[in-house]
């Protein structure tokens, strides 16, 4: 993914640069805030991202940021016993409002895959 920097105008007082790789945090901490979601694929939970970052998340969460919207892509680790769809469409509307109220644009697409469930031992 590029390194490019999308810009907010802000009326008359200047502008303001929100990068990509900023919009991918909030993306990984929405999804991470959901209950049922063990984790990032890759193991990546809160400490591992708060540590290491964008690097972290690799090909597991995708985001693009374009003029009309935002659109992300990620695989998450569910605990067993959620259910797969409800969760799913819990992620994806906390990741659309994260995104749109701390960054102002628009959400336009969340892809959600599960690439396991983490079973207790």
Do not use: C, F
């Not at 920097?5 to 502008?15: H, L, P």
């Not at 063990?38 to 998340?57: F, M, Q, T």
């Not at 969460?61 to 919207?69: A, D, I, P, R, T």
Request: charged content about 25%; overall charge positive; aromatic content about 4%.
């Amino acid at each position: 993914m590029e390194q490019e920097k999308k810009t907010v105008e802000k009326s008359g007082i200047g502008t303001v640069k929100i990068a990509d790789e900023v919009v991918t945090l909030i993306v990984a901490y929405a999804a991470l805030d959901v209950d049922g979601v063990a984790y990032i694929a890759g193991n990546v939970d809160r400490a591992i991202l708060s540590k290491g970052g964008v690097r972290k998340l690799g090909k597991n969460v995708k985001v693009e940021v374009s003029k009309n919207g935002v659109k992300a892509e990620l695989a998450i680790i569910l605990e067993y016993g959620y259910n797969i769809p409800a969760t799913s469409s819990k992620v994806q509307k906390r990741i659309k409002t994260a995104v749109e109220t701390m960054t102002g644009l628009k959400v336009l697409d969340v892809d959600i895959r599960i690439a396991g469930i983490n079973i207790p031992e």
